[in-house]
C-alpha cells in the first residue's frame, strides 16, 4: 500500500501571521490583529500538567515584565482546553518552586486549542515527534503582523530564555539601525553593515574612508553599535 503523506502547513519566515480567533485564560483573541503595533511572541507548549513545560511557564511569566518593556507580548498555546489551563496555572501558583521563582502568576493569555487548528495552520503539530501535542514553537511576529523568525524545539528540551529574549533585541536593533547582527551578538557588541551599494563605496569602506567602519574584507564590514543608543530606542 502507498505511504499517506500527511500534508502540513508550515508559515515560513516573511509571511503574514495566519489569521485566527481563539479563547484564551485571558479572554478572546483575534490574532495577530490585537497586535498590530507591537511585537508577538506566539508560543506552544506540548501539555498542562507537564514538568518542563511549568518550567518554561513559569520563566515566561517571571520575563513578561521584560519582554513588554520591549514591546513584545506573549501569547502561549497549547491543545488542552481552558479548564485545564486555568487549572495548571493555578497549580503553579499555588504549589510549583523552581530556580528560585515561587507564587508565579501567569499573566499572559494562553490559548485553548482542542480541534488543533491552530497549532496545525502554524505547524506546531509535527507528526514524526507527536500526532497528539504540539512541539515547543516559537513564532516572532512583528508589529506589522509578519512572521520574523521561528524557533522550534522538542518535547523533551526546555527553551532557552536568554536567546529568545536575545533574537527579539536582535531583530528590532537590525530594523532600526539597518544592520545586521553577527554570531553571538549582544547589544554593544559591533554590528554588521549591509554590503556596499557600489564597488566605488566597497573601495572607500576597505580604504577606511567611510566614518565609523571597519572592513576586515570587502564582503566583511563592522560598526559600532553602543548598548545605550540601542536601548533608548528598543525600551519602551
Ligand atoms: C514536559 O513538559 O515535561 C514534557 C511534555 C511532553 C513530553 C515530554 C515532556
Redesign the pocket.
Known amino acids: 500500500m502507498e505511504e499517506q503523506v500527511q500534508v502540513v502547513s508550515m508559515p515560513r519566515i516573511g509571511d503574514k501571521a495566519p489569521e485566527f480567533k481563539a479563547q484564551t485564560t485571558q479572554g478572546d483573541i483575534n490574532y495577530p490583529a490585537d497586535y498590530k503595533g507591537s511585537w508577538s511572541i506566539l508560543f506552544s507548549?506540548?501539555?498542562d500538567f507537564?514538568?518542563?513545560?511549568?518550567t518554561e511557564f513559569m520563566t515566561f511569566a517571571t520575563l513578561e515584565e521584560k519582554f513588554n518593556k520591549a514591546n513584545c507580548k506573549l501569547v502561549g498555546l497549547s491543545v488542552d482546553g481552558l479548564y485545564s489551563h486555568i487549572a495548571w496555572l493555578r497549580r503553579i501558583k499555588e504549589t510549583m518552586a523552581f530556580k528560585g521563582m515561587k507564587n508565579v502568576e501567569v499573566n499572559f493569555p494562553l490559548i485553548e486549542d482542542i480541534k488543533m487548528d491552530v497549532a496545525k495552520k502554524y505547524g506546531m503539530i509535527q507528526p514524526n515527534e507527536a500526532t497528539t501535542?504540539a512541539v515547543r514553537a516559537v513564532f516572532y511576529v512583528d508589529p506589522e503582523g509578519i512572521i520574523r523568525a521561528i524557533i522550534y524545539y522538542p518535547?523533551?528540551v526546555g527553551r532557552n530564555f536568554d536567546e529568545l529574549y536575545r533574537a527579539l533585541i536582535a531583530l528590532q536593533t537590525t530594523d532600526a539601525f539597518n544592520c545586521a547582527a553577527p554570531a553571538d551578538w549582544r547589544p554593544g557588541d559591533d554590528v554588521i553593515v549591509p554590503p556596499a551599494a557600489s564597488s566605488k563605496i566597497a573601495e572607500k569602506r576597505m580604504e577606511g574612508k567611510e566614518e565609523g567602519v571597519e572592513c576586515v574584507d570587502w564582503f566583511f564590514c563592522t560598526k559600532k553599535l553602543s548598548a545605550d543608543t540601542i536601548w533608548k530606542k528598543v525600551l519602551k
Not at 507537564?50 to 511549568?54: D, G, L, N, R, S
Open positions: 507548549h506540548p501539555a507537564t514538568p518542563v513545560c511549568t501535542k518535547l523533551n
